[in-house]
């Protein structure tokens, strides 16, 4: 019995000891990191919006090969997720909560028994292309805040996000040039909601068509506080070049079931499609559609409409002003 009080009693000063350093310990950790990446803010948000690149540059991602993740329906934008499980890094959950393209996207992260963390995205325009914060703000409990004494946490996130960062500039630069070849990539496009307002438009108006309809697609986001979960958008249903018209509808991607008066809710399913990240002026986009078409003919490859742009450099007070800059993902649907 005196064995057992005196561990008592050891376990009880272990706890008062404890207690006492978790009233003079830190109870938070914020760091931000940032880098700059030779890309247009939208080019940069688009990859870090869509959770499925992060298995490309993610620093715990490339080091832990046993992380398994599975995807919500909608894996861009605001309210998509990925929960992950692991041999070596437990489990959880990422959500991005707000996405603001291209100036900002916000994550909370949840530790399963770990407790959670917010983790935010900053885009701002700089003179070599954008500069990109990420930041980390966690919370830790009395008396768990008490190990922040006897661990360098901080220095250890701060690694990993550098280590990400570095990972991401290289994942974007790397889509950047299109080449002149015209390079074609096979991939899975993500099933997306759209809201859009669509018309017929006359092939010699389509320049006029769309400043006049995208900015107000913008504003019905701005005004109605839907999300945007992406960038400006053109899907082109028909381009017809005996009556020289287009079945057009332009806006934007918001998450699934999202809608707002007066523009028109669209839903592409997920499937295979074809994509080529075009570089330059708009105007030259052309042989990028020329090339897709000649890829599927040479593979017996069948499009199903609409051919999908994604406008991932306009000029704007915060993008890219350089067309030779500007990106163009162009995406073509293939039946299957």
Known sequence: MKVLKTLGLVVLGLLAIVALLGLIAPNQVVISRSTTINAAPATVYQVVSELPSWERWSPWQRRDATIKNEYSETTAGAGAYYTWTSEDSGAGQLTITDAWG????????????????????????????????????????????????????????????????????????????????????????????????????AMKDMGAHFQEVMPAVGMAFGESGVAMAGTPTGLFYTWDEETQTSDVAIGIPAASGAAIEGLTSIDIPAGRALQINYVGPYEGTGAAHEALDAYMVANGLK??????????GDPGPDTETDPNKWMTQIVYLLEE
Do not use: C
């Open 102 to 201: 291209p100036d900002s996207l916000h994550t909370l992260i949840e530790f399963d028994g770990q407790g959670n963390t917010n983790s935010n995205w900053y885009f701002k325009p700089a003179d070599k292309g954008t500069e990109v914060t990420w930041t980390f703000d966690s919370k830790f409990p009395f008396p768990f805040n008490a190990m922040l004494l006897f661990q360098d946490f901080e220095g250890m996130i701060s690694k990993d996000y550098e280590e990400g960062l570095a990972f991401l500039k290289e994942e974007v630069e790397s889509i950047l040039p299109a080449g002149p070849d015209l390079t074609i990539q096979e991939v899975d496009f993500p099933a997306t909601h759209y809201l859009v307002k669509r018309a017929t438009v």
């Open 303 to 312: 499009f199903q409409a609409p051919a999908i742009e994604k406008y991932m």
